[in-house]
């Protein structure tokens, strides 16, 4: 989806270069997620405060910046060594808004000087909200997706420890041992054996049931016989 906005914005401006950033909610800061130029070792990597630069002013006002050149005297700009960017001489920083907030950046470069039209501006603020939306609703399928694994991997270990708790109390009937030597039995079993601990326990519970069934059937057919 970043690099849909990065070649959306490169169409619509057809700039030298487009860096998208996007905050981390956890520390507010805004990080650099996407460049139509090669930033590697930057990616995931470069950030800032918000109101550190034109583009944390740019989150910090939820405003555009547009300056056509000489972008690196403007009061706010701060010069970020790893971005050759920042040398270029035209800047324009649309902000990418969803419910009316800002959830990242889109910073537009230009070699030259260059006068940003008003259908540009109006293009590039178009794609920041309508991107804006998009990012928000795949954060929200991501989350959603994460609580549901979150939640079947809760429902995976609780059926897990069910189970070594009833095979715990088979063996702890069947051989006289107390609860901690029944959970060692079916630990050290489980490492011996190189199968999980739960694999180990269903095949106990197993074993008991089929134990307990042939038992109940020889009863019955004893019964039928004394009849």
């Not at 650099?32 to 740019?58: C, D, F, K, Y």
């Not at 540009?120 to 997706?145: C, D, H, P, Y």
């Amino acid at each position: 989806m970043l690099g849909e906005i990065v070649g959306l914005t490169v169409q619509v401006t057809d700039c030298d270069a487009c860096l998208v950033y996007l905050i981390d909610q956890t520390t507010n800061e805004i990080v650099l997620r996407a460049s139509q130029v090669p930033h590697a070792a930057e990616i995931g990597n470069l950030r800032m405060q918000v109101g550190e630069g034109v583009t944390g002013w740019v989150v910090e006002n939820k405003s555009v910046v547009v300056l056509a050149s000489n972008a690196s005297a403007d009061w706010r700009f701060k010069r970020l060594d790893p971005l050759v960017e920042d040398t270029y001489e035209a800047f324009c920083s649309i902000p990418l808004i969803t419910g009316g907030e800002v959830i990242g950046v889109v910073n537009v470069h230009h070699r030259e000087k260059h006068d940003h039209t008003a259908e540009e501006i109006s293009l590039l603020t178009f794609v920041g909200e309508q991107m804006g939306g998009a990012i928000a609703r795949a954060k929200l399928q991501n989350e959603n997706a994460r609580l549901v694994e979150e939640t079947q991997e809760m429902k995976r270990q609780l059926e897990t420890r069910k189970l070594v708790e009833r095979a715990k109390g088979i063996l702890q009937f069947k051989f006289s041992l107390t609860e901690e030597e029944a959970y060692l039995r079916l630990r050290n079993e489980s490492r011996r054996l190189r199968r999980p601990m739960r694999d180990l326990a269903e095949a106990i519970i197993l074993t008991e049931d089929l134990s307990r069934k042939s038992s109940d059937g020889v009863l019955i057919e004893r019964d039928v016989e004394g009849d």
